[in-house]
């Protein structure tokens, strides 16, 4: 956290050029004997310079931290900010607060959140705001200015605190649709382990067991999650998919609903990936907050799950840059394709016309697909049936990921 502080006047006139006048007239009482007038300008003075002081050394160890109950999570779920204030000098203040939150965070209105208190000497408090993800994305904690200053309100001193630390909340989870599809061609099987695991084929991680050697713990992986972490060793039988999120044929300041359905759609398909065992990875061309690439190589687990919908939550509406060359992830083993893009379009043939002769497992999904108009499951499958583009099926976004 970094600070600057900063001081108010609530004067027209300067305090120094007011103080100055009030010497001159205590002065001219003073040469005269007039006790009747040096007596106020006498109270008036010391009240003027005490204050000041006072208001100086009102941020004078005066100790600011702010506690984040999570710093992430997805919409609807509630994030606590606590603000400790510390008063660690003899002097007592009244202090108020302001914390200019992220937008993601709190509705406009909300914002800033605003408290206020008081700190005797030595004393402590804290200022506990409640609040709720509104939606997807990535934000700094923001800035907190505490507003301090003397009894009588005559001098006040302002700090402002800023908070680099990001918040996070990722995309929402969807509920996913029974598709008429191979299923276990597209999302990944247990493929049978030989009684040697290769550490040559690390996947990820997933929660200890207790009946595996205490070797294989990740023990960067249980410190980051709170609990104990396994190493996953896989076969080379083993399904991986690919996740593509092709944001290209948007319109990224106007189709913004489509393209947020889209991505919680991809984040959907990654639990569902992950929770049958599958490995998976992601690429995208969007634009992303901070310094993040946005592909993500093929692994599996709760930690590389993470990794995922952190990508996602990451995406902005900047720019799209050529999703060719990060398409050269696919060189690399064989794996299953899940295409998630605007609609059908020359550009995607292209982008996939390498690989294609290549790949017999690739799906797409559409934001727009308006030659298949049919949402509900087939009656006699019950299983929503899809359409073909290039061979291979096609479905909607909202056919396949309902959103909550």
């Known amino acids: 956290m970094s600070d600057q502080e900063s001081t108010v006047y609530s004067s027209f006139f300067s305090m120094g050029f007011s103080l100055g006048l009030v010497c001159i007239v205590l002065f001219i009482a003073l040469v005269q004997k007039n006790l009747n007038l040096a007596l106020p300008a006498g109270g008036i003075l010391i009240i003027g310079v005490g204050t000041r002081l006072w208001s100086r050394l009102s941020l004078y160890r005066l100790e600011v931290s702010v506690d984040l109950s999570t710093d992430r999570l997805f919409p609807g779920e509630l994030l606590s900010l606590s603000v400790k204030l510390e008063n660690r000098k003899l002097l ?3 202090t108020g607060l ?14 800033p959140l605003n408290g206020e208190t008081r700190l005797l000497s030595f004393e ?3 200022r506990i705001w409640h609040v709720t993800a509104r939606k997807r994305g990535v934000a700094p904690l923001g800035e907190i200015r505490i507003a301090s200053g003397d009894l009588l309100g005559l001098h006040r001193r302002i700090k402002t605190v800023t908070d680099s630390r990001e918040i996070i909340v990722y995309p929402r989870r969807g509920e ?4 008429n599809i191979p299923f276990q061609e597209f999302f990944g099987i247990n493929a049978s382990k030989g009684p040697v695991e290769d550490p040559a084929w690390y996947a990820g991680t ?3 067991s207790g009946n595996r050697p205490a070797r294989n713990i990740h023990w960067k992986a249980s410190a980051r999650l709170g609990k104990l972490q396994e190493k996953l060793y896989e076969p080379t039988s083993h399904r991986k998919v690919l996740l593509v999120l092709d944001l290209s044929g948007f319109s990224l300041l106007e189709d913004t609903e489509e393209i ?3 991505i919680t759609s991809v984040g959907t398909l990654a639990y569902v990936l992950m929770e049958t065992g599958a490995s998976f990875g992601l690429v995208t061309n969007a634009a992303l907050a901070g310094e993040s690439e946005g592909v993500l190589p093929i692994g599996r687990g709760p930690e590389h799950l993470g990794r995922l919908l952190e990508i996602l939550a990451r995406i902005d509406y900047r720019e799209v840059i050529s999703i060719l060359p990060l398409l050269k992830v696919l060189d690399h083993g064989d794996l299953g ?6 609609g059908k379009s020359q550009a995607i043939a292209e982008n996939l016309s390498d690989i294609l002769p290549r790949r017999r497992r690739i799906l797409f999904i559409f934001s727009r ?3 298949h108009p049919a949402m509900t499951p087939s009656s006699s499958t019950g299983l929503v049936e899809p359409a073909f583009w290039m061979g291979f099926p096609a479905y909607r976004a909202g056919e396949v990921v309902h959103a909550e």
């Open 260 to 262: 947020e359905h889209l």
């Open 92 to 94: 007592p203040v009244f």
């Open 176 to 179: 996913f649709q029974p598709l």
């Open 206 to 208: 997933r929660d200890y």
């Open 337 to 342: 394709l899940v295409y998630c893009a605007a």
């Open 98 to 111: 302001e914390l200019h939150s992220p937008a993601l965070l709190a509705d406009e209105k909300q914002l």
């Open 124 to 126: 402590k408090s804290r």
């Open 369 to 371: 697909l308006t030659e």
